[in-house]
């Protein structure tokens, strides 16, 4: 007796048909690096407070983060005046951030916390909005800063 195995032709045309589908609506929706700013903005920012929080407990000078808004991009800055202080630029393309005077610079405590000890409340916005809290722990996260 004779089974077949694998997939139709028609099978695999389908396929790839519906495949072409999906990618034609689908990049639409990411064509615009406007959408995608305020997101890799905010991430970056977690990645720049914790980089500035592992400087603090390692007894680093540099244990302070600068946030900055320029025309072109957004920057941090992980221990600005000392020798090994890191930039990090995201390019703004049509985002903004407002929540806070800027520049914003945030200082850590030896246990990685805030020194100021209140949270901070900032949003990332553009084609789409990204609320982002610092909290006085020292923890980022999205959304509104818990009470």
């Known amino acids: ?20 589908v999906l990618s034609a609506l689908g990049i639409g929706l990411f064509a615009t690096r406007g959408a995608f700013s305020p997101l890799v903005a905010s991430q970056q920012l977690a990645s720049a407070t914790l980089l500035a929080q592992q400087a603090a407990l390692a007894g680093h000078p540099g244990a302070t983060l600068t946030v900055a808004q320029t025309a072109e991009a957004f920057r941090f800055t992980v221990g600005a005046g000392t020798p090994g202080a890191r930039v990090f630029e995201v390019p703004r393309a049509g985002a ?5 005077s ?27 909005s990204y609320p982002v809290c610092i909290s006085g722990l020292g923890a980022v996260y999205a959304g509104a800063c818990l009470p």
């Open 1 to 20: 007796m004779y089974r077949p195995y694998g997939f139709t032709l028609v099978e695999l045309v389908i396929v790839l048909v519906l495949i072409g």
């Open 102 to 128: 800027l520049p914003l610079t945030l200082s850590f405590t030896p246990i990685g916390a805030l020194a100021s000890g209140a949270p901070v409340a900032l949003a990332f916005t553009g084609d789409s």
């Open 96 to 100: 903004s951030l407002s929540g806070a």
